[in-house]
């Protein structure tokens, strides 16, 4: 099944995007390569974006993404063994832009040996008060199939919906605010067709014994973010924001990010930043129950537990000289490093000695690289 690494997808995703007035997005091709080692999970592979706008009014784009995944995580050591799939991911985009109103459309598909999700999503944005103001709305609907590999029979579905509204303001020279609204609706089977919870059974020699895990079959979330980024003199420029999260499954969650960007000579860009994000456990999480169906809900992912996790970021980019270029504008080269801390406070490392209950607390590091290379035509 897709590996869930919600929390790394989320603090990557939480970054501030600058304002602009309405223009179509520039023709570009990207070549990415992306990898994450952590906790016993790898993940690499490439994805290439090719962007092409036609006439004044609209733009086209193509992704393909490739996800290679080998896991041996805390996870699968304790209930399952090793496994090895890969995650092929296509999606186009069509980008509509009128006056000061741009309208998207995107549509993608991902297909892996037990989840396929088809996924299709509106937006529109409308710049306003002399393009110092931009409001933003969007909705997208993803249909999943949820199966589980040595057993045809299984298939199971999982809806979601996700409703977002916007607001960026340019509130001087140097400084840019945005607001950021989300509220996503699952339903369907929203656990994981191989996890297990544990309970404690005194028969066992281990004292304890494993039963699949049971999710409810709704799940509604909010996340609002406050961001903001500071032009500084020579280029330079500092951004903060804070974002928060709740469900109705009882997680609470806070991220925080600090980061600074310096440009050096006329080529080079250097970016720097830190994550801090605080989670508490869902409602029926346990890292043990007291025995057997001990209550209607079970769950023992450590996503769903209560955690931390602190991420240290480096980037560089480097503008190529275009002169000699005969079919591109522009070009970049790109590098970005991140490393993460997981410390969890609920979920115990059942790899180690332990007593029953008292094993030792689980964490981690993860790093994830992102290298690309960017041509403008």
């Not at 699968?76 to 995650?87: D, F, G, P, Q």
């Not at 974002?243 to 990010?257: H, K, M, S, V, Y």
């Not at 115990?348 to 290379?373: H, K, M, Q």
Request: hydrophobic share 35%.
């Amino acid at each position: 099944m897709k590996i869930s690494l919600l929390v790394w997808l989320c603090l990557l995703s939480f970054c501030l995007s600058s304002v602009q007035a309405a223009v179509l997005p520039e023709d570009r091709a990207d070549a990415l390569y992306h990898s994450y080692d952590g906790g016993g999970v790898e993940i690499s592979g490439p994805s290439i974006l090719v962007r092409k706008s036609f006439g004044e009014s609209f733009s086209a784009s193509v992704n393909q993404y490739t996800d290679n995944v080998t896991s041996a995580s805390i996870d699968v050591l304790v209930s399952a063994s090793k496994y090895t799939e890969e995650r092929d991911e296509s999606s186009i985009g069509l980008d509509y832009l009128r006056n000061k109103t741009t309208m998207s459309l995107n549509l993608s598909n991902s297909v892996e040996s037990d989840f396929d999700a088809e996924t299709v999503s509106l937006s529109i944005s409308q710049d306003m008060f002399g393009d110092l103001t931009t409001v933003s709305m969007g909705f997208s609907q993803g249909d999943n199939v949820v199966g589980r590999n040595g057993d045809d029979s299984f298939s199971e579905q999982a809806d979601s919906r996700s409703y977002r509204l916007g607001l960026s303001q340019i509130m001087s020279k140097n400084l840019i605010m945005s607001l950021a609204l989300e509220t996503i609706t699952d339903e369907g089977y929203l656990n994981n067709p191989y996890r297990s919870v544990r309970f404690f059974d005194a028969s066992t020699p281990a004292q304890y014994s494993f039963q699949p895990e049971v999710y409810p079959g709704t799940r509604t979330s909010t996340a609002v973010a406050l961001r903001g980024r500071y032009f500084l003199a020579h280029r330079a420029a500092l951004n903060a924001g804070v974002r928060q999260f709740t469900d109705n499954w009882g997680i609470d969650a806070t991220t925080l990010e600090l980061g600074y960007t310096w440009p050096y000579q006329e080529n080079w860009i250097f970016e720097t930043s830190i994550r801090y994000y605080q989670q508490d456990r869902a409602d029926f999480y346990s890292d043990l129950f007291p025995f057997q169906n001990a209550q209607n809900f079970l769950a023992r992912d450590k996503e769903l537990s209560t955690f931390t996790s602190l991420t240290v970021g480096f980037g560089l980019s480097y503008e190529l000289d275009n002169s000699g270029w005969e079919f591109f504008r522009r070009g970049s080269l790109n590098f970005h490093l991140d490393n993460i801390q997981f410390d969890y406070d609920d979920f115990r490392d059942l790899t180690e000695a332990g007593s029953v209950g008292e094993e030792p607390l689980y964490s981690f590091d993860a790093n994830v690289i992102r290298a690309f290379a960017s041509v403008w035509f």
